[in-house]
């Protein structure tokens, strides 16, 4: 009988439904966790990777996991024509190992963003969303080996639930080239079939609707949709998977070389600029980071168990002094449209009456230091139960102190530098950063502070690496950078901030 490996990483949950339809379509499906005897693995017929929360999404879903020494193993069977398949979750893993979309060398070519809701140009919405979705095969037979049974324009229905399914690159070709070469094999439709690019046809935005991508040769998929939760779905997948295997026994299947494509590099960065009349902070926790300490994990897997990591989420806040009475420091209607304001029109650049009084100091101007009091006591910013921030103002930097409800000057460390580490930051932002937009929405809108005129969030990375050296530190830096484990190009920014 056909074995099928369902791989378990920590955070995984659908292994048990997905085990139940492999095995009612005829093969047997085996539980294979991450720490197993890899050489074990080698003897499944084929892998699956299910949806779920691999390492609870940390840094973003997928990467984590994508790094795991096990993903070698299978990575070297995929090679051999051996099926691999990744549902939700288990899509954003293949993604972010490079096994999708199947660039020479497996390098990053696109990426599983956040979800965008998008209805006329509008963003209603964004991050995790489940409903039941329709989908049309749109791989021509024979090319996938997930799509077997399928016929081409086929419309299946299954559920998706997700926060980061939307198929997204930075390539310009490489959509037109995955469609020429059959590489799309599910597109979100209509119930009649008609590929709308709009909510709720296109649940999470994803470019030219897709909702499945294989690599060049067939073998490997990634689907965001739960096929294994409904039992037509479930069935022409799994049995199409079941006689691909079949037929690949009997007969050796004709190889296709890798997708070549000009991929985005990691390298060079460039550095940080602070926009004028803005201030920054940084927002640390007081708790266990557990996401830091994932990442740590992640390095030391890789043999670089002595780097140390520390994490903040990193805040700008571009603001923009008034007059006394009367303040144009809105967004622009571009900006409104992008964060969904239901009400955003040319007319919110006009000049607006100053909503907060109490804010202002000496001739007309507002107090940084009052104004970002109270963004921060609102929570918009950070939670004061267990988070601290620290701002840089233009002339000092400070601690706000929840407890005491004031700002504090921030304590001199009086410890010398450490002479045998080398330390570099790293700036990661979503692009586009709708944490960000929807924070100043919420803050121009509900909370009236109109002087706010941009804010953008992003996590700041500092990375320490134990050398004297700056030159052995700035090649080990430029390969942990190559490793992307701190961010995806074709989804995020990354600058070297100092």
């Known amino acids: 009988m056909t074995k099928i490996a369902i791989i378990q990483f920590p955070g995984l949950n659908t292994e048990y439904e997905t085990r139940r339809e492999i095995n009612r379509c005829g093969m047997k499906g085996e539980f294979f966790r991450w720490n197993d005897d890899r050489e074990k693995l080698k003897e499944y017929d084929g892998y699956v990777i299910g949806g779920g929360f691999s390492y609870e999404d940390r840094g973003r879903a997928g990467v984590i996991a994508s790094l795991d020494p096990i993903m070698d193993v299978i990575k070297a069977e995929a090679a051999k024509g051996k099926p691999v398949l990744g549902i939700c979750n288990g899509a954003q893993i293949l993604v972010e190992s490079g096994l999708i979309p199947g660039a020479t060398g497996n390098k990053l070519a696109m990426a599983l963003a956040r979800n965008k809701r998008i209805k006329d140009g ?63 094999v599910f597109r979100y439709c209509d119930k009649a079939g008609v590929m709308l690019d709009n909510f709720p046809v296109n649940p999470n935005g994803a470019m030219f609707n897709l909702a499945a991508v294989c690599n060049p040769t067939g073998n490997v998929m990634g689907v965001m949709p739960h096929l294994e939760r409904d039992s037509v779905a479930s069935e022409k997948l799994f049995t199409s998977m079941r006689d691909a ?199 121009q809108k509900r909370l009236k502070f109109a002087e706010i005129t941009g804010l953008k969030t992003g996590t700041l990375w500092e990375i320490s690496i134990p050398t004297k050296s700056k030159k052995v530190a700035e090649e080990e830096f430029k390969k942990i950078v190559n490793t992307h484990l701190f961010f995806n190009p074709h989804r995020q920014e990354a600058v070297l901030f100092s």
């Open 122 to 184: 509008e963003v209603l919405g964004t991050g995790y969303f489940n409903t039941w979705t329709h989908f049309k095969c749109v791989a021509k037979k024979g090319t996938c080996m997930f799509t077997w049974n399928m016929h081409e324009g086929e419309i299946l229905n299954a559920p998706i639930a997700h926060g980061e399914g939307r198929f997204t690159s930075d390539i310009a070709e490489l959509m037109h080239q995955l469609q020429d070469k059959g590489q799309m």
């Open 245 to 443: 295997i079949e037929a690949q026994k009997s007969g050796d299947k004709k190889r296709t070389p890798h997708l070549i494509v000009k991929t985005v590099p990691l390298l060079p960065l460039k550095n940080y600029e602070k926009p004028a009349n803005s201030l920054q902070m940084n927002v640390s926790l007081i708790i266990t980071d557990n996401e830091s300490e994932t990442h740590e994990m992640a390095l030391k897997r890789m043999g670089r168990d002595k780097v140390g990591l520390k994490r903040t989420t990193h805040v700008e806040l571009e603001y923009k002094v008034a007059p006394y009475g009367r303040s144009n420091a809105v967004a622009s209607p571009s900006a409104a449209l992008h964060v969904g304001f239901a009400d955003a029109n040319p007319s919110i650049l006009e000049r607006t009456p100053l909503r907060f009084v109490r804010g202002l100091g000496l001739k007309g101007r507002f107090d940084l230091q009052k104004t970002l009091k109270k963004l921060i006591q609102s929570g918009v910013l950070l939670n004061t139960n267990k988070e601290v921030a620290k701002v840089q103002f233009p002339k000092e930097t400070l601690i706000f102190d929840a407890k005491k409800e004031k700002f504090v000057a921030v304590e001199k460390n009086t410890a010398p530098a450490d002479e045998n580490v080398v330390k570099y930051k790293l700036l990661v932002r979503e692009k586009p950063d709708f944490v960000g937009l929807s924070k100043l929405s919420t803050i």
